[in-house]
């Protein structure tokens, strides 16, 4: 017998990743921070459609980068890539920064 999964199913890991990943961010590199930003963006929204900021406005730039970096790829692939990098992130530089108990479990 299949099993299917439900779109509230595939999207707990993703909302736990989010969620856990926020308590590591003074741990992360800026480029970490920019492909999990693509990667959420796009899992969100999908392709970037906004105009590019201004020169001026660096941040910003980059942001919208790490978002049109995904352009093309499907939302649940950019939602999985995600997890994935937010579970390695949370292993590896997560302890006593809340953690999920069991991320292999996503």
């Not at 906004?50 to 499907?74: M, V």
Request: some cysteine; glycine content about 6%; aromatic content about 8%.
């Amino acid at each position: 017998m299949l099993s299917y999964e439900t779109e509230e199913d595939l999207s707990q890991p993703f909302t736990q990743a989010a969620e856990s990943i926020v308590s590591l961010k003074d741990k992360l590199t800026q480029e970490e921070m920019l492909i999990l930003y693509g990667l959420y963006k796009q899992t969100l929204l999908g392709n970037n459609t906004t105009p590019l900021p201004s020169i001026i406005a660096q941040k910003d730039r980059h942001k919208w980068q790490a978002w049109s970096s995904n352009r093309g790829k499907l939302k649940r692939v950019a939602r999985d890539e995600y997890v994935a990098l937010a579970n390695t992130l949370i292993t590896t530089r997560g302890r006593g920064c809340g953690k999920v108990d069991n991320p292999t479990s996503f």
